[in-house]
């Protein structure tokens, strides 16, 4: 029997609708996200061109930090734990006052205090001296070439009289770094 | 290309060959169409045989034979609520019931047409016995095979129009005249716009005479219905009512030059339109299969179904294409990160290796110049002292000094002080006391200014 037209071209397009909801418009989008991927993958691209051209000297940065560390590493003191270093410390500067004829009136080998995550042994030390000695014994604690020291606390009491001297309690701390 | 040979031939009471080069759609007659000296003393069957005998069989021969309409017997039946594809499968399986013999004593052809509300179907059909004769002949001398179709006169001058449509406006209507031995009549063709859409023939015994002419056509107008009447009377008026005027559709085959280049040399028209009809589609045959072209078989909804899928498939494709170019340039992308990211990785780790010990340097370095060395702030200090001043205690702790001195000036000395890069925050801690001579004495807090922020 013969089909109404209407019927037949109603189907074709329903059939085009559908077409264009499930394929066309279902292909647009896919399109769509590709070119937005795109961008920003590009975007990607381009940061890690940058990135690339950055790390470049990379090498060269390591080397430069790695000779510095070193360089610093010397100059600190080496040993199994802070307590030992600790005792190192104090064993040079014990030394220094003997050489430098500072009297040591008492010493002790403080508990080790925290800087950045890292121990710091303490050493403290009570002096009897004169100016001039004093103004030698903070040069050499604090001589960077010589080590990474610095001096934590630093009391002084001018003591007058027959014998006029200087009264100094002296805390120096160094860094631990095994 | 090779060529093609169309030959025509047209029964009556005698017979009419015309045969036509065809090569490129361009015609031309070949040498031996001229028509032979009428041969009264012979039969049809035997001008047939004499006639097909001198030709050598060729696979490139077409061959139309063009009957009298009078022979055939025409049934137009309605079948209501029927397309004309179902109306015309119909007629062909209950033809038995449509024609006065059986199935197997004709040969027959149909075909349907739309009217409202149904279709109409017109069945044409011969007796076997009519046609087998001519039939056995054209076996006999090999053209059996070149056999196309079996056409009758006003089908065959109906399809032969249709092959030239830029030359004859349809619908139309054409006289022709045909005159046999003893006897002659008119055949008025009406050419539809889509096909045939009838004849009628009108009997002219004996011979055809002006005033029986002009009165038959006049006759046959009235009885038609617009816009045929309007046609043939036109028709008539074109014949200019001279019998001897209507060689066959007169006024429609001047138009066409190649028909009436054939006439003029005195071809038999129907001959010629039996060759021509091969050249389009032959809407009624009573032999051989009919070819309908492909643009007659295309309906339009199967035409509208195909050109939206084929519309809908390209743009999908040329979408395709683009969604497939987009990945790919994607994919180009996505495999340039990750060889990129590939080749960063090392350096990332040595980077951030380096940043490591960089930031082991900054703490090391940082632990020794986070304040001011102590030599520098004694020196400042002692150099900042007035001269009449004189520190008896001094205590640094962490960024803290603590000072207790004595002196002219417990304010001169701080102001002095507060002079210092080194020093920020000078204050007193305890009252400054003076004794008889005038000395001060008195206690100062300072903070040690930031290695960092000194430097600013």
Same mark, same amino acid.
């Given at each position: 029997?013969?089909?109404?037209?209407?019927?037949?071209?109603?189907?074709?397009?329903?059939?085009?609708?559908?077409?264009?909801?499930?394929?066309?418009?279902?292909?647009?989008?896919?399109?769509?996200?590709?070119?937005?991927?795109?961008?920003?993958?590009?975007?990607?691209?381009?940061?890690?061109?940058?990135?690339?051209?950055?790390?470049?000297?990379?090498?060269?940065?390591?080397?430069?930090?790695?000779?510095?560390?070193?360089?610093?590493?010397?100059?600190?003191?080496?040993?199994?734990?802070?307590?030992?270093?600790?005792?190192?410390?104090?064993?040079?500067?014990?030394?220094?006052?003997?050489?430098?004829?500072?009297?040591?009136?008492?010493?002790?080998?403080?508990?080790?205090?925290?800087?950045?995550?890292?121990?710091?042994?303490?050493?403290?030390?009570?002096?009897?001296?004169?100016?001039?000695?004093?103004?030698?014994?903070?040069?050499?604690?604090?001589?960077?070439?010589?080590?990474?020291?610095?001096?934590?606390?630093?009391?002084?009491?001018?003591?007058?009289?027959?014998?006029?001297?200087?009264?100094?309690?002296?805390?120096?701390?160094?860094?631990?770094?095994? | 290309?090779?060529?093609?040979?169309?030959?025509?031939?047209?029964?009556?009471?005698?017979?009419?060959?015309?045969?036509?080069?065809?090569?490129?759609?361009?015609?031309?007659?070949?040498?031996?169409?001229?028509?032979?000296?009428?041969?009264?003393?012979?039969?049809?069957?035997?001008? !047939?045989?004499?006639?097909?005998?001198?030709?050598?069989?060729?696979?490139?021969?077409?061959?139309?034979?063009?009957?009298?309409?009078?022979?055939?017997?025409?049934?137009?039946?309605?079948?209501?609520?029927?397309?004309?594809?179902?109306?015309?499968?119909?007629?062909?399986?209950?033809?038995?019931?449509?024609?006065? !013999?059986?199935?197997?004593?004709?040969?027959? =052809?149909?075909?349907?047409?739309?009217?409202?509300?149904?279709?109409?179907?017109?069945?044409?059909?011969?007796?076997?016995?009519?046609? =087998?004769?001519?039939?056995?002949?054209?076996?006999?001398?090999?053209?059996?095979?070149? !056999?196309?179709?079996?056409?009758?006169? =006003?089908?065959?001058?109906?399809?032969?129009?249709?092959?030239?449509?830029?030359?004859?406006?349809?619908?139309?209507?054409?006289?022709?005249?045909?005159?046999?031995?003893?006897?002659?009549?008119?055949?008025?063709?009406? +050419?539809?716009?889509?096909?045939?859409?009838?004849?009628?023939?009108?009997?002219?015994?004996?011979?055809?005479?002006?005033?029986?002419?002009?009165?038959?056509?006049?006759?046959?107008?009235?009885?038609?219905?617009?816009?045929?009447?309007?046609?043939?009377?036109?028709?008539?008026?074109?014949?200019?009512?001279? +019998?001897?005027?209507?060689?066959?559709?007169?006024?429609?085959?001047?138009?066409?030059?190649?028909?009436?280049?054939?006439?003029?040399?005195? !071809?038999?028209?129907?001959?010629?339109?039996?060759?021509?009809?091969?050249?389009?589609?032959?809407?009624?045959?009573?032999?051989?299969?009919?070819?309908?072209?492909?643009?007659?078989?295309?309906?339009?909804?199967?035409?509208?179904?195909?050109?939206?899928?084929?519309?809908?498939?390209?743009?999908?494709?040329?979408?395709?294409?683009?969604?497939?170019?987009?990945?790919?340039?994607?994919?180009?992308?996505?495999?340039?990160?990750?060889?990129?990211?590939?080749?960063?990785?090392?350096?990332?780790?040595?980077?951030?290796?380096?940043?490591?010990?960089?930031?082991?340097?900054?703490?090391?370095?940082?632990?020794?110049?986070?304040?001011?060395?102590?030599?520098?702030?004694?020196?400042?200090?002692?150099?900042?002292?007035?001269?009449?001043?004189?520190?008896?205690?001094?205590?640094?702790?962490?960024?803290?000094?603590?000072?207790?001195?004595?002196?002219?000036?417990?304010? =001169?000395?701080?102001?002095?002080?507060?002079?210092?890069?080194?020093?920020?925050?000078?204050?007193?801690?305890?009252?400054?006391?003076?004794?008889?001579?005038?000395?001060?004495?008195?206690?100062?807090?300072?903070?040690?200014?930031?290695?960092?922020?000194?430097?600013?």
């Amino acid at each position: 029997m013969t089909s109404k037209p209407i019927i037949k071209y109603g189907i074709i397009i329903i059939g085009v609708i559908l077409w264009y909801v499930v394929v066309w418009s279902g292909l647009n989008d896919l399109i769509s996200q590709n070119v937005t991927e795109q961008e920003k993958l590009s975007i990607k691209l381009q940061n890690l061109h940058k990135e690339i051209q950055k790390l470049t000297d990379a090498d060269k940065r390591l080397k430069r930090a790695e000779d510095e560390f070193e360089a610093l590493k010397a100059r600190l003191m080496q040993g199994e734990n802070s307590q030992v270093v600790g005792n190192l410390l104090q064993d040079q500067l014990f030394k220094f006052c003997s050489d430098n004829k500072i009297e040591v009136l008492s010493y002790k080998t403080e508990r080790p205090g925290k800087w950045h995550d890292k121990e710091t042994p303490t050493v403290n030390f009570t002096l009897k001296t004169q100016l001039p000695e004093l103004l030698k014994l903070i040069s050499y604690i604090e001589n960077r070439q010589l080590h990474l020291w610095r001096i934590r606390q630093l009391y002084i009491v001018s003591m007058r009289g027959n014998d006029p001297h200087l009264r100094v309690t002296l805390g120096v701390e160094t860094i631990f770094w095994p | 290309m090779t060529t093609m040979e169309l030959m025509g031939i047209h029964i009556t009471d005698e017979i009419h060959t015309v045969r036509f080069a065809s090569k490129f759609g361009n015609l031309s007659l070949l040498n031996n169409t001229q028509s032979p000296t009428l041969q009264t003393d012979k039969t049809p069957r035997d001008q !047939l045989r004499e006639r097909l005998s001198g030709l050598k069989p060729s696979r490139m021969r077409s061959i139309c034979l063009v009957i009298p309409r009078r022979w055939v017997f025409l049934r137009e039946i309605y079948f209501p609520n029927l397309s004309p594809q179902e109306a015309e499968s119909a007629l062909r399986l209950g033809v038995d019931a449509h024609s006065h !013999l059986s199935r197997d004593e004709i040969y027959f =052809d149909c075909f349907a047409r739309e009217q409202k509300d149904g279709s109409e179907a017109v069945l044409f059909y011969i007796p076997r016995t009519a046609i =087998d004769p001519y039939i056995e002949i054209i076996k006999e001398t090999g053209h059996l095979k070149s !056999l196309k179709y079996i056409l009758t006169q =006003d089908m065959a001058l109906d399809t032969a129009i249709r092959s030239y449509p830029a030359t004859v406006t349809l619908p139309a209507a054409s006289v022709s005249s045909i005159t046999e031995k003893d006897r002659g009549y008119l055949l008025v063709t009406l +050419h539809g716009k889509e096909g045939w859409e009838g004849s009628h023939l009108l009997n002219m015994e004996p011979v055809p005479s002006n005033e029986r002419v002009a009165s038959a056509i006049k006759q046959l107008a009235e009885r038609l219905e617009t816009p045929w009447r309007d046609f043939v009377e036109a028709a008539e008026l074109s014949i200019g009512l001279k +019998h001897d005027a209507l060689p066959g559709a007169a006024p429609i085959l001047h138009r066409i030059p190649a028909i009436k280049d054939a006439v003029d040399r005195g !071809l038999d028209p129907f001959a010629v339109f039996g060759a021509l009809a091969m050249r389009s589609y032959v809407q009624m045959s009573l032999y051989g299969k009919r070819k309908r072209p492909i643009r007659l078989r295309i309906q339009n909804f199967y035409l509208i179904t195909g050109c939206t899928i084929l519309a809908c498939l390209l743009a999908t494709g040329f979408l395709g294409i683009s969604y497939i170019k987009e990945t790919q340039k994607l994919n180009d992308i996505q495999k340039n990160i990750t060889a990129l990211d590939k080749r960063a990785t090392p350096l990332r780790e040595v980077a951030k290796k380096a940043e490591n010990i960089e930031r082991s340097v900054k703490i090391l370095c940082d632990f020794i110049e986070e304040r001011p060395t102590m030599e520098a702030v004694l020196s400042e200090l002692a150099a900042l002292t007035p001269d009449d001043s004189w520190i008896k205690n001094l205590d640094i702790s962490g960024d803290k000094i603590r000072i207790t001195a004595e002196g002219k000036s417990a304010l =001169d000395t701080m102001a002095s002080w507060r002079t210092g890069k080194n020093f920020t925050n000078i204050q007193q801690v305890s009252p400054v006391t003076k004794d008889a001579n005038g000395v001060e004495f008195f206690t100062v807090e300072l903070t040690i200014t930031p290695k960092k922020e000194g430097n600013k």
